[in-house]
């Protein structure tokens, strides 16, 4: 069984098209966050929430909107897609907020702009 | 800003040596360390971690070593085993901010 799962693994798509990278993990966890891993390898926040609720939101395009329908859930829709947005996308949740909290990751989502 | 650093991008080790991954920080106020380990194609999964209240903290063959004068922090992994060869990303956190390290990309040589 999957604990963190992110759907699709791959996604090639054009300049300018809107996509959505969808999140689920079954451990019960209460918070889940959003992590974009650059060509230079560093993984970078970019939203946290618990129990539905944002509380990280970095320094990040508003083309990216996260939503949460519940807090096994949570999915990642981009607007626009721009060639800067090609990276590897990683889903991760933790058992509550806080720095102190192992993360579990998904298995990314390396997404490519032609 | 990179308030987490990994200097050095690779090491090679042999089996059965000890591997030690060292990582720098820059802000003081980061008050927990976390080590995880990435295989190709898959997520990062967790490995150990230390609180800023400690010097060391040990699980297994993993040791994990805080030096908050110095804002340096190391993993030692000993013995060293084939299977260990992975990217191993360095993490600091002050409250809900985490920030991670480029990684180092270990190679454990039979």
């Known amino acids: 069984d999957t604990a963190v799962s992110q759907t699709p693994k791959y996604l090639v798509t054009q300049m300018g098209n809107d996509k959505s990278i969808k999140c689920e993990q079954n451990l019960g966890h209460d918070t889940m966050y959003w992590y974009k891993q650059d060509s230079k390898k560093f993984l970078k926040i970019m939203f946290s929430?618990?129990?539905?609720?944002?509380?990280i939101n970095e320094t990040v395009p508003n083309r990216f909107s996260p939503k949460s329908p519940d807090k096994a859930h949570l999915n990642l829709h981009i607007n626009s897609l721009e060639l800067g947005d090609s990276a590897v996308y990683f889903c991760?949740?933790?058992?509550?907020?806080?720095?102190?909290?192992?993360?579990?990751f998904g298995d990314g989502t390396r997404l490519s702009i032609l | 800003d990179q308030q987490v650093k990994q200097n050095s991008p690779s090491l090679s080790v042999q089996e059965g040596r000890i591997s030690i991954l060292n990582c720098d920080y820059t802000n003081s106020m980061f008050d927990y360390f976390l080590w995880y380990k990435k295989y190709p194609a898959e997520g990062p999964t967790f490995l150990i971690s230390?609180?800023?209240?400690?010097d060391k903290n040990e699980d297994g063959r993993f040791t994990v070593f805080l030096n908050k004068s110095a804002k340096h922090l190391s993993l030692h992994i000993v013995p060293s085993q084939p299977g260990d060869s992975a990217v191993y990303f360095c993490?600091?956190?002050?409250?809900?901010?985490?920030?991670f390290g480029a990684g180092t990309r270990l190679t454990v040589k039979p």
């Open positions: 929430y618990n129990n539905k609720e944002l509380i």
């Open positions: 230390i609180s800023s209240i400690k």
């Open positions: 993490a600091a956190s002050e409250e809900n901010d985490m920030r």
């Open positions: 991760a949740s933790s058992q509550m907020a806080g720095g102190n909290q192992p993360q579990h």
